[in-house]
Structures are given as C-alpha cells and as structure tokens.
C-alpha cells in the first residue's frame, strides 16, 4: 500500500509539473543534458576547493568550539571573565549571518593593509566559518558537558582525579559521544557554507556553476552542483545514522550485562 | 499675381502640415507595422525598461534624485550612454518621455524562465550565441572592448601585451564576457578570482587582493576615473573573433525586438549612436592596445 502511494502521489506531481505552462521553458533552461555534461567536469574540480575549505575548517572548530565549551563550563566567580567571554563570543557570532562575516573579513581585514597579515581570500574566508561554527559547536559541547550527572565528576574527584584529569577522562569522553549526531548535523551546515567563500572571489562549485549559468543563460549548471552537495552529504548522514544505531546497541548490550 | 497667390496659399498649406506633423512627431517618423498600440508590451501604453540598481556611469548618468530608490545615478535623468539610447529608441517607436517606467532589475534575473517584468533589459549585456538560446538579442547598440586596470607603480603597470598579464592574478566580475576573454585569450597562470559585483573586484583591487581586473574599456575609464585611486588602464584588447557587441536583452521570441531593431538600424544610419556614445563614452577612447 505504502508502495503504490508513493508511485501515485509522485506521477501526480510529475504531471503537474510537466502541465504546467512555463514547462517547456523550465526544462530548456534547468534540465539540459549537453550542458550539464559540459558543466560537470569543471564544476567537480571546483568542488575540491569546497571539500579542502571543509576539512581544513571542521578540525580548528573542533578544537576551538570545545575550547570555548570549556571555558564556559569552569564553575566559582574567578572565571566569570572567561565565561563572560565564551558567551558573548556565542551570542555574537550565532547572532551575525555567516554572509556578513564573511564579507566583514574578506574585504575589511585585507583593507588594514597591515604587514605580514594574509590578505588572501581563502584565508579569511576560512577564518569566518570557523569563527561562525565554533559558535554553534561550542554550544552543542556544552549540552554534551551539562548532560553528563554531576555525580559522575563526584566519583572521579573522589577516586582522585584532579579536575582537570576529570574532565579529560570522564566528562568529556562521555560528552562527546552523546553530541555526535548534533556535531555531523552542523558539519553538514558548514559542508553548504563553503559556497559562501564564492563572495570573496574564490572560485568553488557554486562560483563556478554561476560562472556557466551566465556565460550561457542555461541553469543547468546549478542543478550539476546541487547535486554534488547532496552526493558528499548523503555519505556523512549514514554515518551519523550508524553511529547513533551502534552507540544504542552498545548501551543496551552493557545494560544486559550489567 | 493669382499664379503667386495659388504659390503662397500652397506654401502655407505645406506649412501647415509640417507643423502639424512636428506637433505630433512620432507621426512623421513612425516605423511601419510598429505603431505604439500594436506593441505586445508589459503594460500597456508603456515601455518598460529594465537595468540593475545602482546604475553606474558612463552608461548612466546625472547622479542620484532625492527620493528615487535609484542609487549613484538615476535612469530616468536620460544621461548615460545606456539611457540615452533607451529614451532614444523609445521617441522612434513613438513613446513620449513620460511613457517609458524605469524598472531595477538584477542581472542574473534578467535572463531567468517566465514572464519577464520588462519589455527590454539595457546593462551592457553582451551578445553570445549560447546566450541567445535563453533570450532574444536586439541588434548592437554599442561595439565594446575589454581593457584591464591595474594601480600604478605595480608591476603589472608595465605589461604591453597579454603575454605580460599571464602571470598576474586577475578580478573580474562575475557573468561578464570579460571573464570569458581571460580564460580564453589571456590564459593566466592562476585562476581569475570572480566577483558577484565590480564593486567587490574594485575593492579586492584596492586592497591588493588582485594585480589587475579586467572590465569593458567605458567602464575601464569610469573605474580609474571614480573608484580607484591611482587606478591605470593599461591597456584595451580587440575583440578575438567575432567584435564583441552589447545588445538590449529581450523575453525569447519577443516581437518587439523586430521593431526596436529598426529603430536602432535607423539611429545607425543617420549618425545619432555615433552622436550619442561622442557625447557620453568620448573619453572612453584612445587606450593602448595590448597585442
């Protein structure tokens, strides 16, 4: 039954789209072919920029979002400065659309004409995702810290460990593995994002498939880049999947033993 | 005497009818089959003319009116290269001033599927055969060259042929045939970097970003004359091929582009283009030629 609503309710769909009266227009424009075999290859080299931007950029926001997640999980008043601090950093650059700091740091820091700054696009392009991210990673660190029972630090105070020890080999192990799936979903936020280095002059997937749309009127080119998006994302949502269906079994299988 | 008097009422007559015709000039002048009331236009009795906001100069001019949302130069002023000639090929289809509506339209909408909002889009739109599959192209309103500005006292100031440029890094703007002229006859060793606007290409120029941009040789002189301090031309290319032409940019098949042809065809022939690109783009001329 499942099987044959979904073929229905696609042929509808189907057909109503390709009723409709800018059809002919629409697929002469977005589904071409010969254009999207001409764009493709282009488009794939430009999409190893975007996949370097990624790589590069994922590791310094995990170090420096869990940085930020500590600094605003130290307890007692002396801290108050660095708390203060992680959470204006948050809220100021969850607060800013990506677009702008962006832009802000990819045309304005290179203005300063300071030496021995980079003044190079992918550099400050960079810069600002990591910045923009960490925001939001560091958040999602810290519910993995707050979700950790404060019995659990009593015990390795208890066993010892100094804070510092405890926060390394118990909180956090157990933090980290319970935030995985949120940190993969804003990894494939920061995966889309990439394209807005384009802004900077930085030629990538999206740049280049702009570049083909406008030598050639033909959107085709967009569809060729959105669907190399999907094709890196897809592979990360798996994994997420299965790390969160192993990570279940496990849990349940030390329960059983217990 | 009576032979005089028959003369002179015959003279008055023709009098008449000139200042009659004057009156209504359009009238004296029409384009046949292309009377204003058998236009297929956006709205009726209007032409409907789309460029992108701000609009820049040479192609426009008379700055910015208080009040309009044009920016940096306001359409509707008439001054520009592009405003000249829209006004001028609305009066040869018989549009009075007043009936001819600016709208802002942004390039990369310009050539999008459906309904367009204008009857012509004017914005230094140069003519390709692949983009002439998704759009209908007027006939050249003006023959453009590209050129490159550098800052001067950098090394690429010194460049005289496009050899020279190979090895610098060039901005341009993004959907301009500019960008095509660097990839296809000037080949640099590194990748053009690309610009949603001339602004952002002018600015990465400024702040030492890139060697050089590459831009149409009018808008060459308004970027060194305007924008960039120290700015240089250094040096203007022919066109490789084909010349490189700017067309009004109308909805695929529209018929209107029959009649907006032979009002151009016209101001071709008896010299108003000529005039106007002297009154507007004159010092757009004379850059060296880089081989």
Redesign the interface.
Known sequence: MAVVSTIVFLAVLVLLVVNSP?WE??K???FDWAEFREALPEILSAFGTNVRIFCIAEVFILVFALVLAVLRSLPGPVFFPLRALAIVYADLFRGIPTILVIYILG?GV??L?LSGVP???LFWGTVGLVLVYSAYVSEVYRAGIESVHPSQEAAARSLGLSRTQSLRYVILPQAVRRVIPPLLNDFIGLQKDTALI??????EAF?QS??D???????TPYLATALLFVLITIPLARFTDWLVARDRRRSQAARLAG | MRRAFIAISLLAAALAVTAGASGKSSAAVAIPGCATDSLKLVSAGTLTVGTDNPAYGPWFGGGEIKGSKWKINDPATGKGYESAVAYEVAKRLGFAKSELKWVAVPFNTSFRPGKKNFDFFVNQVSYTPQRAKNVTFSASYYNVNQAVVGVKGKPIATARSKADLRGYELGVQIGTTSYDYIVKNIKPTSKPAVYDTNNDAVTALKNGQIDGIVVDLPTAFYVTAVQVENGTIVGQFLSVGSQERFGLVFQKGNSLAGCVNKALTRMRADGTLKRLQTQWLSKATGARVLQ
């Open positions: 800018g227009d629409v002469r424009q977005f045309f290179p203005a004409q003044t190079s696009e384009a802004l900077l002059g930085v030629v740049r702009q570049i749309v406008a030598a050639t009127f033909n959107y």
